[in-house]
């Protein structure tokens, strides 16, 4: 059984920091993402982790590149997400995702790439 589980995401002030964990249980997965939906917005991709070799690759949206930093701790199996510098239009529910492929790089910030998903957790920017 492949269970997805965020940790608490909080409510923070503009330029505040934040840290999101994906403990997955199950099965290991290679190739993961973070995605959020904002109230009213569509599902958004905010970053992935592709398996490569000993390490990985990383890959983020126009809209977090420089200030979100996405990795993986092969030792607990978690994905990690450290949110910097966030913004009001961070707000969200964040989404972790897995998949059992190997998707090519093209398809790393796809919705349907992935196909198992956790529940979400709730982000708050606020002042």
């Known amino acids: 059984q492949v269970q997805l589980r965020e940790s608490a995401g909080g409510l923070v002030q503009p330029g505040a920091s934040l840290r999101l964990s994906c403990e997955v249980s199950?099965?290991?997965?290679?190739?993961m993402a973070w995605f959020r939906q904002a109230p009213g917005k569509e599902r958004e991709f905010v970053a992935a982790?592709?398996?490569?070799?000993?390490?990985?690759?990383?890959y983020y949206g126009n809209n977090v590149k420089g200030r979100f930093t996405v990795s993986r701790d092969n030792v607990k199996n978690t994905l990690e997400l450290q949110m910097n510098s966030l913004k009001f239009e961070d707000t969200g529910v964040y989404y972790c995702?897995?998949?059992?492929?190997?998707?090519?790089?093209?398809?790393?910030?796809?919705?349907?790439?992935?196909?198992?998903w956790g529940q979400g957790t709730q982000v708050t920017v606020s002042s």
């Open positions: 995702a897995a998949t059992s492929g190997n998707p090519t790089s093209l398809y790393m910030s796809r919705e349907d790439t992935y196909e198992y």
């Open positions: 199950g099965r290991a997965f290679g190739n």
């Open positions: 982790f592709r398996r490569s070799g000993g390490g990985g690759m990383t």
